[in-house]
Structures are given as structure tokens and as C-alpha cells.
């Protein structure tokens, strides 16, 4: 099954890649690596604002996250021209918004761990970091960065 028949069964559309709100490119490929910039969680279109442990639980951020992993699917798309290049998914960073309690970024960075692994199978298998932050852009609730490698 192509990646694009897992997306479909999935019931997952890609996005279009989104304008950057700053001075930075949504991605760039040097030799066989692709870096995608952060993106941030959104819900109907705006930013998913909130913060772990004070507002939102971990459950919607798994929700959030893999919502990002929408997004970062799109991007890739578009970097690539076609997610049948991608050879590895190499590593995801996650940022989640949290207050000093909060300890669960690694659950919350699962909801976009794990539909990375359903969509890319044994190339989504990737290393990660997820850390707790005092704030993330526009309030929104997981920032997550993607580096992948094309074949």
C-alpha cells in the first residue's frame, strides 16, 4: 500500500503548505535531508492555544500533536513533490507548552509519533525529543519540527 493509499484510508487530506508568520522558509533539503521548520498545533484554522497541566490535558494534546503531524505530512509533500521519497523519517522535536508540574510532553508527542508510524511503517520509526516550554508562538499549545531523509 502507497503512503498515499495509508493517508487515504486514513481519511487524512493534506494541507496545503501553510505562509510562515515570520522570517524563516517552511523547509530546506541540503544533500539527501529535508528540514521542516516548526509548526504549530492549530484547531479549525487558528492556533490551538493552551497550556499542559494548567488548561489543556494530555489527551487533547495527543490530539493536537497528530494534527501537526498533518500539517508536517503536507509540508513534506511539498518539499518533495512525492512522500514516496522519503526513505526515513529521521527525527521529530516536539515543543509542548507546559507548566513546570506538567511531565507528560513524551504522551502528548505521541499523537504525532504514532501516526507518523502508521502512515510511513518502518520508515516512520524516527528518533525524538519532546520538551516542556514556558510559551510557544501565538500561545499555541505543541510546536513540532520533522527531519526526514529522501531517497
Known sequence: MSIYDKLKELGITLPAVATPAAAYVPFVQTGNLVFLSGHIAKKNGTPWVGQFGKDI????????ARAVAIDLMG????????????KRIVKLMSL??????????HLVTNGASELIGQVFGDKGAHAR?????AQIPMGACVEIELIAEIA
Open 57 to 64: 490535558t494530555t489527551e487533547e494534546g495527543k490530539t493536537a
Open 75 to 86: 509540508t513534506l509533500h511539498a518539499a518533495v513533490g512525492d512522500l514516496g521519497k522519503v
Open 96 to 105: 509542548v507548552n507546559s507548566t513546570g508540574s506538567f511531565t507528560e510532553q
Open 129 to 133: 525529543s519532546a520538551f516542556g516550554v
